[in-house]
């Protein structure tokens, strides 16, 4: 009775979930036939050679959270299998992201190294069943063999070894009786195939190299083709959820595990995620890191997961940006002013508003007594009532930012000028009667205003219109801090198409990073911490850098307040 009420329960939720894509449209066919007895098990197998980038999220977010949406599990997997480029900080920063997210494997954590004896074992069987073969060739006389796409490859002299050579020279290449490079052990396919992963692949290749976690005991390495459908299947996966780029290799994956004749996932391949004026490939990302054009794998200008973690934006904010991206079978390449906007819309609703200079310009207010100090009433944020308010000090001494004064104004500029009035946010109006320059260079050092103590909070009952509203902070109460500015890191929208020949980097946005180190930030942020998110009046959203000090705090621009989606959306519906 009970496990017919439970059947009836798993259907009701199977039926409830829309089939909002391709992927989850195959899967509730899969269900509906029993296929794989009803089950949902996903995979994601990252390799630990650089970071995750935000393209590998939508990967995550696919793998984990279509099963997490059927009720299924998920693994994580890495695909440790080229300990040239592998190491364990990778490892590490891959586990705390994929957390970070949001998703937990439980205790489904795997690497491919654990099935390096099984794997050689699998090759051994296919030795063994006449389709795999060690091969003498050097890497380039293989390409050479391999031929083009438009004419079909040689086979190679090799290829016809006996099942008893092969064993022999298999078990000597694990023994490290040969250098490397000078053999490999390849499937035995068809060097006239069409798809240029079926003529002849190599499965394992030698390598002295020591591994990050199984050390000097293998001397040869089974290459990703060879691992992948085959780790699947050890781990019982039901849909094994990947990039498009590994459509062509679906028949290879195929053709190890029918002929090993062994349990058998479902590949499906889906579309990668481009965005623009970024490069989303840990080959292009690695040689900005190692060559220095950016600080680290964390840079707040990279894609990274850690990047944009220490740039301010919060994994709610990824996640609704790739569910909006959706799944796709072809590529495209998704304005980054999308991304943009949804931390817009994440971070609306959390931050604290606060207030900081970022270029001050000094004022004195010359009829508000010297020891003085107001305490004024500042809401925290008008999203949230619930987040309440904070008091701020008010002085005689000010800092405004220096672009809310024109000694020349245009004439629809509302802000301060000489012998004109403007609102201090949450303060006072205060006028400019007398302006102070440099006697060398004519710049504007400080402004001398009065202030009417009527208008506390920002507002008159006697009808004056005052249309310009400023920030501001103390001066003898205010916070030093540095501020990092950050735009694109590529000049050129579609940051991948570049030239044959030509070097992406040239593409590189000189002016992707500022940094202001004489900002002058309210009193409040006295004791926050790094990773705190603030929305700052007028200028946009920030984080609290981890280079913050006790003498000086560090702020990361987020994203700025213009909203550019949201613009083009609206031009898109008229």
């Not at 009775?1 to 259907?11: C, L, Q, Y």
């Not at 040239?506 to 004489?518: D, Q, W």
Request: aromatic share 10%; glycine share 6%.
């Amino acid at each position: 009775m009970n496990n017919k009420t439970d059947e009836r329960e798993d259907n009701n939720k199977t039926d409830s979930i829309e089939s909002t894509d391709f992927i989850r449209q195959i899967i509730k066919e899969d269900l509906r036939t029993n296929k794989y007895d009803g089950r949902v098990h996903t995979r994601f197998p990252p390799e630990p050679n650089g970071y995750l980038h935000i393209g590998s999220a939508k990967a995550i977010c696919i793998n984990f959270g279509i099963a997490e949406d059927f009720g299924g599990l998920y693994n994580l997997r890495f695909d440790d299998t080229d300990p040239t480029k592998e190491e364990t900080e990778y490892v590490e920063s891959i586990i705390e992201d994929i957390r970070w997210l949001g998703f937990d494997w439980e205790d489904r954590l795997f690497y491919a190294s654990d099935y390096f004896e099984q794997l050689y074992e699998y090759a051994v069987q296919l030795i063994k069943k006449e389709v795999a073969y060690v091969c003498d060739l050097r890497p380039e006389e293989i390409s050479e063999y391999r031929g083009l796409w438009t004419e079909p490859g040689k086979d190679s002299p090799y290829r016809d070894r006996s099942v008893e050579e092969n064993l022999d020279l298999f078990e000597r290449m694990r023994a490290g009786e040969f250098e490397d490079g000078s053999r490999t052990l390849r499937a035995k396919i068809d060097m006239a195939s069409s798809n240029m992963n079926m003529r002849d692949p190599i499965m394992y290749r030698i390598m002295r190299v020591t591994h990050y976690r199984t050390g000097d005991k293998w001397l040869i390495y089974p290459t990703y083709d060879f691992t992948h459908g085959q780790c699947d299947s050890i781990e019982g996966i039901t849909h094994s959820l990947c990039g498009e780029e590994f459509e062509d290799h679906r028949p290879l994956y195929n053709w190890y595990l029918d002929q090993l004749e062994i349990y058998h996932p479902e590949q499906i391949e889906f579309a990668d995620i481009n965005l623009t004026y970024t490069v989303l490939s840990k080959r292009k990302l690695r040689p900005l890191v190692e060559s220095g054009r950016v600080s680290g794998w964390d840079d707040p200008r990279m894609p990274t997961l850690s990047g944009l973690r220490r740039r301010g934006y919060t994994p709610e904010s990824i996640r609704d940006f790739l569910g909006r991206v959706g799944i796709a079978k072809s590529e495209n390449l998704v304005d980054i002013a999308m991304l943009e906007y949804c931390i817009r819309q994440d971070l609306n609703k959390q931050c604290q508003r606060v207030m900081a200079v970022l270029h001050p310009l000094k004022v004195v207010i010359d009829n508000y007594p010297e020891d003085k100090v107001d305490e004024l009433d500042a809401e925290n944020n008008p999203e949230d009532p619930n987040m309440g308010s904070r008091k701020i000090p008010f002085s005689r001494e000010l800092y405004i930012e220096r672009a809310d004064f024109m000694e020349d104004p245009p004439k629809r500029f509302f802000r301060l000028a000489p012998g004109r009035e403007a609102r201090l946010k949450h303060a006072y109006y205060i006028k400019c009667e007398r302006v102070v320059k440099d006697e060398n260079t004519g710049e504007v050092i400080e402004l001398h205003c009065t202030y009417d103590p009527e208008t506390r909070g920002g507002w008159s009952d006697d009808g004056r219109k005052v249309r310009g509203t400023l920030h501001w902070v103390s001066a003898r109460h205010s916070l030093k801090a540095d501020v990092r500015l950050y735009d694109h890191l590529f000049t050129k929208e579609n940051a991948n198409d570049v030239e044959e020949g030509e070097d992406f980097t040239a593409n590189l946005n000189p002016n992707s990073l500022e940094v202001l180190t004489s900002c002058q930030i309210e009193p409040s942020l006295a004791d926050t911490k790094p990773g705190n998110r603030y929305q700052f009046l007028r200028t946009g959203y920030f984080c609290v850098d981890p280079d913050s000090s006790d003498q000086k705090l560090v702020f990361n621009r987020t994203v700025s307040l213009r909203d550019t989606w949201a613009k083009i959306q609206a031009q898109q519906k008229r």
